[in-house]
């Protein structure tokens, strides 16, 4: 099954097989929830992988929205991450009423296609990227806090090699490099670690 084809899939999907929902379980809604852009606002926001789970079934077949996929080179997969991602965004009680998920428009070939929905929150990714760095910071702490420490002062206060050198007592500002050069690796493995779709 895991080799299935976008097509074969959307097709179970839309027949309501078991087979193609426990995929879309497994690819879209439950990674989707775990992942940091969305998890803390579905914490905030008192939304459980269940009721995604919930509202994408009822949107695709009760509401028939599975209909507006169409197979022109993006992925079906991709497709239902952002309805996901949509209703995530959406639970926000101050966007009510600014962004409607029924919306639908009409392609060049006059055909009915949902509009995009809203992935993409500039605010939001700020506010994601900014606290995935500093978990990832964390981790760095307590890993290595020396390492730690060099990488704040190089990225936050823009200290030089020498200038960090003399500060930390570090035998040469080549080892000030080669610690931060670390710290770097650190951060991106542990960010990829905590966001796969960063990739």
Not at 128 to 135: C, F, G, N, Q, V
């Amino acid at each position: 099954m895991s080799e299935i084809s976008d097509h074969d899939w959307y097709e179970l999907v839309k027949a309501g097989e078991d087979a193609g929902w426990k995929l879309v379980w497994e690819r879209v809604v439950e990674p989707e929830s775990k992942s940091m852009r969305s998890s803390e606002l579905m914490k905030r926001y008192s939304l459980s992988a269940g009721d995604l789970m919930g509202m994408l079934y009822e949107e695709m077949l009760a509401r028939r929205k599975i209909d507006l996929y169409r197979d022109d080179g993006g992925s079906f997969e991709g497709w239902l991450r952002s309805y996901v991602r949509g209703f995530v965004l959406n639970a926000d009680p101050f966007k009510h009423g600014e962004i409607s998920i029924d919306a639908a428009r009409e392609n060049e070939n006059g055909e009915t296609i949902a509009w995009d929905l809203p992935s993409d929150d500039r605010k939001v990714a700020f506010a994601e990227a900014w606290r995935l760095t500093h978990y990832c910071l964390r981790e760095l702490w307590n890993d290595d806090p020396e390492r730690a420490y060099i990488h704040i002062l190089k990225t936050r206060f823009f200290l030089s090699s020498e200038e960090i050198r003399d500060f930390l007592d570090v035998s040469s500002a080549a080892n000030v490099d080669q610690i931060f050069s670390r710290s770097v690796k650190f951060m991106r493995k542990a960010w990829v670690s905590h966001d796969p779709g960063c990739v």
